[in-house]
């Protein structure tokens, strides 16, 4: 089993800046270091959306159209750990946001959601204008 905790969630203003980390715990954890982690956020009333995502070295990464050049995704594989820094943000990147694993080493697509077999309960990023 696998269980991720996200944190870092607030209010934040439009332009500033804000960083989510995920934590993995349980018995799943021993092999963190070959699933691909991801990021994912849900808005009120629409679809989940997918963020972005790393594989398991940390080699290669993903990234959704809306938060290209914006948002980077980074991993820890020693403290079972990855990381969301979010840049210039807007109130259309409120949401909450969720963190998956993979459990597939290197699987691509990356950015199906329906991949992910552990999820985080979530954290709430609010942006305001």
């Known amino acids: 089993q696998l269980q991720l905790v996200e944190s870092g969630g607030g209010l934040v203003q439009t332009g500033g800046s804000l960083r989510l980390s995920c934590a993995a715990s349980?018995?799943?954890?021993?092999?963190?270091?070959?699933?691909?982690m991801a990021w994912f956020r849900q808005a009120p009333g629409k679809e989940r959306e997918f963020v972005s995502a790393?594989?398991?070295?940390?080699?290669?990464?993903d990234y959704g159209d809306s938060v290209k050049d914006r948002f980077t995704i980074s991993r820890d594989n020693d403290r079972n750990t990855v990381s969301l820094q979010m840049h210039s943000v807007k109130p259309e990147d409120t949401a909450v946001y969720y963190c998956?694993?993979?459990?597939?080493?290197?699987?691509?697509?990356?950015?199906?959601?329906?991949?992910?077999?552990?999820w985080g309960l979530g954290t709430q990023v609010t942006v305001s204008s």
């Open positions: 790393i594989n398991w070295s940390g080699s290669r990464t």
């Open positions: 998956a694993a993979d459990l597939f080493a290197d699987r691509t697509p990356m950015s199906d959601g329906n991949t992910y077999v552990y």
């Open positions: 349980g018995s799943a954890t021993n092999a963190f270091g070959t699933y691909n």
